[in-house]
């Protein structure tokens, strides 16, 4: 310490900080140009989930089918799984724990009457859970390699962004369908559920008003049903097939629904009855009907939507 006036006071150098520094620790400035460009990049993007691959919209040409054609589709169908069905079992082996887990979760949680609600939830999402499935019915039809393994390259698949839009459409619906069962549940039969299943059984089936919640329920399920149908008879399967982009997708399944209504119903028919079976023995027949029926969309696809025609 020297002198008075440095009593009590110390010093501080501050070093200069390089400019270059300073200005690699700022994060980097896009030009105009740039986030012109990144803008460009999304809407392309968008319009390729929207339109797929090409510049113009397009319309695949939809054939007349016949009842026969269905079953046939579900003949082919079971030939694909029976080519190696211990391979096809363990792959959707996944389906049945999850309905049981399901199933134990609701019951646990005291959700008795979401139940239902949720295996029947299964229509509408099945396409969902039979990606996989075209895809080696695809390979097969091409003579390549149709191993189970393989029926994850579908991630590979130039239209994944269009048949990922695809899914969460429906898993948007299956929440709708959720929330409108809960909601008409809670309209007739009250706000309280039931804390066993000797109660809900008798609410539902002892009462005016569990009458009427199996008739509204299984009609507006109709309609969650018809509506799913119409819109995703061949939509992934197309999507796999060729990349035509989410709308044009979603389009020809609705006109290949309008121009066959007989068979197409009838499809979705076969698929419910089949799905409800497989659900009975605690959903282990899921492993069986799940395989064969996304082997047989794959047929139905081919009959109903023809075949791209190249130069």
């Known amino acids: 310490m020297k002198g008075g006036s440095d009593t009590g006071r110390e010093s501080c150098y501050i070093p ?3 400019v270059a520094d300073f200005v690699s620790a700022c994060p980097p400035m896009l030009s105009a140009a740039d986030q012109v460009s990144a803008e460009e ?3 392309m993007a968008a ?3 929207m339109t797929g691959a090409s510049e113009s919209f397009a319309r695949p040409v ?3 089918i016949g009842i026969a054609d269905v079953f046939d589709a579900l003949k082919r169908g079971y030939e694909d799984f029976m080519e190696k069905p211990s391979h096809y079992v363990f792959l959707c082996l996944m389906y049945p724990i999850a309905g049981v887990f399901l199933t134990l979760w609701t019951s646990g949680a005291n959700l ?5 609600p949720l ?3 299964f229509v509408l999402i099945g396409p969902i859970a039979a990606i996989g499935l075209y895809e080696i019915s695809r390979r097969r039809e091409a003579g390549l390699d149709a191993s189970w393994t393989l029926a994850l390259d579908v991630r ?3 239209a994944l962004p269009s048949i990922v839009a695809v899914g969460l459409m429906l898993c948007g619906l299956f929440v709708v369908w959720l929330v409108t069962a809960q909601t008409l549940y809670s309209n007739l039969l009250g706000e309280v559920f039931p804390r066993s299943m000797a109660d809900f059984f008798r609410q539902v089936f002892g009462t005016s008003e569990g009458m009427q919640l199996i008739i509204w329920g299984n009609l507006i399920g109709f309609v969650f049903a018809l509506v799913v149908l119409a819109m995703t008879v061949i939509t992934f ?3 796999l097939d060729r990349d035509v982009g989410a709308v044009a997708a979603v389009t020809a399944s609705i006109r290949a629904t309008v121009l066959n209504p007989v068979p197409v119903l009838l499809w979705g028919l076969i698929v419910a009855a089949l799905l409800v079976i497989g659900t009975i023995p605690v959903f282990a027949g899921l492993a069986l009907v799940i395989p064969i029926l996304g082997h047989a969309t794959w047929h139905l696809y081919r009959k109903l939507i023809a075949r791209e025609v190249t130069a």
């Open 47 to 49: 319009f390729h989930v």
């Open 237 to 239: 399967p197309l999507l």
């Open 16 to 18: 200069p900080v390089p």
């Open 119 to 121: 295996m029947a939830g």
């Open 62 to 64: 939809v054939n007349r």
């Open 112 to 116: 008795l009457p979401m139940v239902f």
């Open 41 to 43: 990049e999304k809407a």
């Open 156 to 158: 590979h698949s130039p």
